[in-house]
């Protein structure tokens, strides 16, 4: 075998291992940098775990984990661009599902809290994308009901295997413009709006199920609805301030 052919088997063999792990939000340079770190700080949390009995919040989603890196006991898991509405496809292209379910498998039910952190993607870009390829005819509304009720699917599938769930609500949506390669994106009001109803469907269906929702909306948004820049690490994602507010909400879940 060549030396170009070893290389590149070594390297696909990394990145498929690194992708068991659930670094899937690290670029090349975080791997580097970031990565190793993170296995060390998830070893040990899951030692302090054993050896104490303590629970873990296992946090898996889109790159709106980000916050809870090294943040004590949320352990990260990461599924690049995946999509609330497509975590019930066992064959989406981020492969969401598949990964869900193999990070699942390192859950204690007996005493670990399943965090999940999806949807943001799906009411910046996608909800208004599918809204004007269907030439404004398709309802809004009725865009927002169809990923709310597939999301959902998986979120009682988790509750009804035993896992203590909990789901975090979409962040305020930002006040700018995007440059964007999606052929619809929306207004900040339109998007804004998309947030608003998506954020009170998801928490209603997730209080009528039983499920812990984390309203991170109510706490990082300014009056008009939008995102207040004490919350905000870049354009769309939260910075650790939501931390102290999420822990308050899931630590009940988590055996004493």
């Not at 104490?52 to 004590?72: K, L």
């Amino acid at each position: 075998m060549s030396f170009k052919q070893t290389w590149k088997n070594l390297n696909l063999n990394r990145i498929a291992w690194l992708q068991w792990q659930g670094s899937l939000y690290f670029p090349f340079w975080d791997m580097v940098f970031k990565y190793p770190p993170l296995v060390a700080f998830n070893a040990i949390l899951r030692l302090k775990s054993r050896l104490t009995g303590s629970g873990i919040i296992h946090t898996i989603g889109d790159s709106h984990v980000a916050p809870f890196i090294y943040r004590c006991p949320f352990l990260v898991q990461h599924i690049s661009q995946a999509t609330a509405h497509n975590l019930c496809e066992e064959k989406s292209f981020s492969r969401s599902s598949y990964y869900l379910d193999h990070f699942l498998t390192k859950v204690d039910k007996g005493k670990d809290a399943v965090f999940l952190v999806f949807g943001e993607i799906d009411a910046r870009a996608q909800i208004y994308l599918h809204y004007g390829r269907s030439g404004r005819t398709a309802s809004i509304e009725s865009l927002i009901d169809n990923t709310v009720q597939r999301y959902g699917s998986v979120i009682c599938r988790l509750r009804d295997e035993g896992y203590r769930v909990a789901v975090h609500g979409l962040p305020p949506a930002s006040n700018k413009e995007f440059i964007t390669a999606l052929p619809f994106s929306g207004k900040p009001r339109e998007r804004n709006e998309i947030f608003r109803v998506f954020n009170r469907k998801l928490g209603d269906f997730c209080r009528s199920a039983g499920v812990v929702f984390v309203d991170v909306q109510s706490i990082a948004c300014d009056g008009q609805g939008y995102f207040n820049k004490r919350y905000l690490a870049d354009e769309v994602h939260c910075n650790s301030r939501i931390v102290p507010f999420a822990r308050r909400a899931i630590m009940p879940l988590l055996k004493k």
